[in-house]
T-cell receptor
């Protein structure tokens, strides 16, 4: 099965509210994680990444939290806007040898923002 | 500055045929990766090329092959097409050889196999 999965396939939030998108991963050897946003008809767009030696990283309006104990990753979007409506994917990578190999994506969560 | 471009945007083939998909990376990027995205799923890694050498390969059959040219553009070839090959094929480019960090994705080629 998938090494990376998501708890909620769809999420609907009100404009201005905060959004939290969750992701569970199963491979304890994964040491690097990325969140991507994919709008309809477009390729994925990098949002933020985090290495396993960190448990939190902040970007512009986004925060990624990593809980290695329970193998859980979350993406928090502050003050969600209509332009945030998209499918969000988490992806994991196992380190070593110059970070070659696979970037494993989860199934995705669709975020819908209500005006 | 142009982003990653892919051609064609859409393609319809029949079972058993072969297909060639093309990708031009962002100027200056030397790494190209290919992904297959089946409807409703996340992208699945197929190949990565860096400086014309294969750097990584996902769990895909030998019917899938790729190459990278001196100008860093890339082709993905799929032989003996199956219905299950119907998907969005994404190309991503990056500066260096690592899959970590920001990869820039193209809009994809939508392949339909009938």
């Amino acid at each position: 099965g998938e090494s990376v999965g998501l708890h909620l396939p769809t999420l609907s939030v009100q404009e201005g509210d905060n959004s939290i998108i969750n992701c569970a991963y199963s491979n304890s050897a994964s040491d690097y994680f990325i969140w991507y946003k994919q709008e309809s008809g477009k390729g994925p767009q990098f949002i933020i990444d985090i290495r396993s030696n960190m448990d939190k990283r902040q970007g512009q309006r986004v925060t990624v939290l990593l809980n290695k104990t329970v193998k859980h990753l979350s993406l928090q979007i502050a003050a969600t806007q209509p332009g945030d409506s998209a499918v969000y994917f988490c992806a994991e990578n196992i380190g070593g040898r110059g970070s070659q190999g696979n970037l494993i994506f989860g199934k995705g969560t669709k975020l819908s923002v209500k005006p | 500055d142009a982003g990653v471009t892919q051609s064609p945007t859409h393609l319809i083939k029949t079972r058993g045929q072969h297909v060639t998909l093309r990708c031009s990376p962002i100027s200056g990027h030397k790494s190209v990766s290919w992904y297959q995205q089946v409807l409703g799923q996340g992208p699945q890694f197929i190949f990565q090329y860096y400086e014309k050498e294969e750097r990584g390969r996902g769990n895909f059959p030998d019917r899938f092959s790729a190459r990278q040219f001196p100008n860093y553009s890339s082709e993905l070839n799929v032989n003996a097409l199956l219905l299950g090959d119907s998907a969005l094929y994404l190309c991503a480019s990056s500066l260096g050889p690592s899959l970590r960090g920001e990869q820039f994705f193209g809009p994809g080629t939508r392949l339909t196999v009938l």
